[in-house]
């Protein structure tokens, strides 16, 4: 038999530490060569660590939630010599070592916390299960068989107490018949046994419950950015109405007629065509803003990202060169990217790039929105939903299909009236739909 140290492996792009996320076995387990041992968080994607050979897990260093620089060892996996050759010196030597670093964390693990330490500590508590109560009549309050005034707290000893918890009992509830009400195990039988009052008025009991997460993963990720960009960018957010009556009409139009192999449209690729003809016009909207150099990057291309919500958070997959497709294959590229997204199978380079940005809601998108800038990037547009509304046109009420944009800037690049200027653009391409297809 001999021993395989797995160390952290180099994923790319420059990262020195990621974040583990999941264990996907467990000390003892037996694993073979390319089975997932864990996943990791990186700036931009969860990364899976596969294992290297054959054999039994002897142990794992690190918990979900900590962050571990790349070459650090993670697991050390017992393999036997089927094929004679022989772990190296160094890797016995290291799994040695790192059996003892295990011994003595458990070791540590089981000393009492400080109470400074139990602040890091991240669990969930789980809710005491609520017995099914009987509703008191009118008749039970009047004549004083509840157990106790409202407000007044039961009495009992600890060992109750906790009967009563392992039980899911609440002795708010529970009569006692011992000196000054105390409430003794013989009260918890009657209780049990169905002989005992519930102080309970009709209607739902109060919920005390608290449950505590840790933030780890992608989310953490998400939590960083989104602080990071409201404390460093001052923000400076424009909301128009955009009349989408022609536009639903023509998009209506367009996939009744649409080829077997052509995807169906939604309002993303008429917008992001619209976006296009902006950022042409005003070509220092598609720019990253470095602020520590003090340079500001205006990118010929249009790579826009879409803000998407997945299981796992919220992901931004890029439509790499927009400027240089057609809405077919925009739209294709929008679903592809958006399924890639939500099962996992989306790669770390479908995640980077971004100049601009559009965030969506869908159906459930509000009146007005105050989206957070995807920094370095100056400019995102938000898209809210469309509600039809009486509006009126060359005099005379008509209903019309309205949807409100609500775009955020980086008010250190970009002016209030440049802003105004980009969503007016966008605003007179979406209204005048036909001009999307025009070329200038």
Partial sequence: MSRRSVKMPDVGEGITEVEIVEWSVKVGDAVREDDILAAVMTDKATVEIPTPVDGRIVSLNGEVGQMTPVGTVIAVIETEDVSGDQATSEDEKQASEDDVKV?????????????????????????????????ESDTDIAQGRLPRREGDKPVASPSVRKRAMDAGIRLAYVRGSGPAGRILHEDLDAFIAGEGTIAARTGALPDTSVREHAIVGLRRRIAERMQDAVRRIPHITYVDEIDMTELESLRNHMNDRRKEEQPRLTILPFLMLAMVKAIKAYPKFSAHFDDEAGIVHEYGAAHIGMATQTDSGLMVPVVRHAEASNIWSIASEIGRLSSAARDGSIKRDELTGSTITVSSLGQIGGLVSTPVINSPEVAIVGVNKIVQRPVYVDGVLVPRKIMNLSSSFDHRIIDGWDAAQFIQHIKQSLEHPATLFMEH
Wanted: proline share 9%.
């Fill in 103 to 135: 011994a003595v964390e458990e070791e540590e693990a089981d000393k009492p916390v400080k109470s400074s330490e139990t602040k890091e500590k991240k669990f969930e508590q789980a809710s005491v299960p609520r017995p099914k109560l009987r509703h």
